[in-house]
C-alpha cells in the first residue's frame, strides 16, 4: 500500500531526504548482513512495557523489517511503515515468506502516514527519524501523538548526540575513527562522514524537549559511553 501524498507545496519530500544508501538496492539487499537491530533485547523491554497478544504496534521507519518480523508473532496487528521502495521491497518478500497474517506494509513517512483503526499501544523507530531536520521532527512527533493511545509507549532508538558543541570535533573524529575504509568490514568510515555531514542527527537536549511538547512523558533516556546513541521510552500521555 502507497501512503505517501505530500499535503502541502511546501512540505518536505520523505524520500529525497531518505539518505542515499536507503534508496540504493544493493545497500537495502545487504542491510541485516551490516546492521543488527537487537530485536530479543527490544521484545524483552517491550515485553515489560505490556506487549501482548492484544497490542497493536507501529513500526515507522521498519526498513527490510528485522523488528516487524520479530514482534509479529507477539501482537494482533502491526504496520510497518518506511518511505524507501526498495527497503520495501526486502520486507516484502519476508513477509511474504514468512505467511505471517497480521503485518500491514506501509510506503509511509513520519509527515505522511495516516493510521487506520485503533490507536496503537507501541510506536516503535529505530535509526530513521535522524532523516528529518528538526522542524520536522518536531511535527513528526506531534503526529506520532495521535497514532499512539493514551498510556501508550514509544520507543525511540536513533543517533542523537549527548555532548556539547563545543565537543563535537573530538567526539565526532573518535567516532569515525573507531571504523575502517576496508568495505569488507560493513559500515565503513566514510558512511560514517556521510551521516554526520548530510543527515541531521541533533543534540539530546533540542530532541527531548521536542517529545515531551507533543504529549509524551520520556521514562527512560539511555546514552550510550560515547555521546552517540541515545534509546528512549515515552509515554503517551
Not at 505530500?6 to 544493493?26: F, I, P, T, Y
Not at 575504509?181 to 554526520?196: F, N, Q, S, V, Y
Amino acid at each position: 500500500m502507497n501512503k505517501i501524498e505530500k499535503r502541502s507545496h511546501w512540505m518536505l519530500d520523505e524520500v529525497k531526504s531518505a539518505g542515499r544508501e536507503n534508496l540504493d538496492a544493493e545497500h537495502a539487499f545487504q542491510y541485516d548482513i551490516k546492521e543488527d537491530a537487537s530485536v530479543m533485547e527490544e521484545l524483552a523491554l517491550m515485553k515489560m512495557l505490556g506487549l501482548n497478544e492484544q497490542s497493536e504496534v507501529v513500526d515507522i521507519g521498519a526498513g527490510t523489517g528485522q523488528f516487524t518480523l520479530a514482534v509479529a508473532p507477539l501482537c494482533t496487528r502491526i504496520v510497518a511503515v518506511d518511505v524507501s521502495p526498495v527497503m520495501l521491497d526486502v520486507l516484502k518478500a519476508k513477509v511474504s515468506e514468512s505467511r505471517l497474517p497480521n503485518i500491514e506494509v506501509v510506503q509511509s513517512g513520519f509527515l505522511t502516514y495516516e493510521h487506520q483503526g485503533r490507536q496503537a499501544d507501541f510506536v516503535y523507530s529505530r535509526y530513521a527519524l535522524h532523516h528529518l531536520p528538526d522542524f520536522w521532527k518536531a511535527l513528526a512527533f506531534q503526529r506520532l501523538g495521535h497514532i499512539v493511545r493514551t498510556g501508550g509507549v514509544f520507543r525511540l532508538w536513533d543517533i542523537v548526540y549527548n555532548f556539547e558543541p563545543s565537543e563535537a570535533d573530538d567526539r565526532l573524529n573518535t567516532w569515525c575513527a573507531k571504523l575502517s575504509d576496508d568495505p569488507k568490514d560493513g559500515w565503513i568510515r566514510a558512511d560514517l562522514e556521510e551521516h554526520i555531514r548530510d543527515e541531521h542527527s541533533t543534540f539530546t537536549w533540542l530532541l527531548e524537549p521536542m517529545i515531551e511538547r507533543a504529549g509524551f512523558s520520556i521514562e527512560e533516556a539511555v546514552y550510550s559511553p560515547d555521546g552517540i546513541f541515545a534509546r528512549y521510552v515515552a509515554r503517551a500521555i
